[in-house]
């Protein structure tokens, strides 16, 4: 079956540097692609979602990238703070049919001071 | 605004019980989907419901139903609990069944021993 992974399970990044998580999906019928953060003890916060016919977009402080020829999603973060520290889920929707996203297993972001 | 509230917080059940796990959504939010977490398995779809109607089912046995009231609040039922049914309970409420934008309880973190 087709599913969404995460190339790295932990990501470890200082204050201020800028973090790169990537994602790589296999259903090239899904529609969006979307962010998850999720910190301890709480429930996934929605980050930003893209389009399929969209390359990037940009939000405070985050930039997504979309690679549609090697199925292939990024979420930029600037100027890392330590309050970024949480595990990040990427997920696709479906085009059509029952809109439901599938989730990848997560990167665990690490910022030190 | 008031976010998603799940409740309880913590359960803890005996195997062959059953339990009933609650999510009121954000006002005037119609679709409340409903999540298993566990390290193994990520994130994965049990049902979603929309004016009180069930719109879509993940891939889990009959021992997990649920429900949908009229004032959009839904109910989680899990029968003949198994230790495998540890995990944490996530609800989501959006406005449509076709928006990207879910906002997550806090979840219910049943432990079945």
């Known amino acids: 079956g087709e599913s969404v992974g995460l190339h790295l399970p932990t990501l470890s990044v200082q204050e201020g540097d800028n973090s790169i998580i990537n994602c790589a999906y296999s259903?090239?019928?899904?529609?969006?692609f979307i962010w998850y953060k999720q910190e301890s003890g709480k429930g996934p916060q929605f980050i930003i979602d893209?389009?399929?016919?969209?390359d990037k977009r940009q939000g405070q402080r985050v930039t997504v990238l979309l690679n549609k020829t090697v199925k292939h999603l990024s979420l930029q973060i600037a100027a890392t703070q330590p309050g970024d520290s949480a595990v990040y889920f990427c997920a696709e929707r479906p085009s059509g049919g029952s809109y439901i996203p599938t989730f990848g297993r997560g990167t665990s972001l690490i910022v030190h001071p | 605004k008031a976010g998603v509230t799940q409740t309880p917080r913590y359960l803890i059940k005996t195997r062959g019980q059953q339990v009933t796990l609650s999510c009121s959504p954000i006002s005037g939010h119609r679709s409340v989907s409903w999540y298993q977490q566990t390290p193994g398995q990520g994130l994965q779809f049990l049902f979603e419901?929309?004016?009180?109607?069930?719109?879509n089912k993940g891939n889990f046995p009959g021992r997990f139903s649920g429900r949908q009231f009229s004032n959009s609040r839904s109910e989680m039922n899990v029968s003949t609990l198994e230790l495998g049914d540890s995990a944490l309970y996530l609800c989501a409420s959006s406005r449509t069944t076709r928006g990207t934008e879910a906002f997550f309880g806090q979840g219910t973190r049943l432990t079945v021993v």
């Open positions: 259903n090239s019928a899904s529609d969006y």
């Open positions: 893209i389009r399929s016919n969209m």
């Open positions: 419901y929309f004016s009180e109607t069930q719109r």
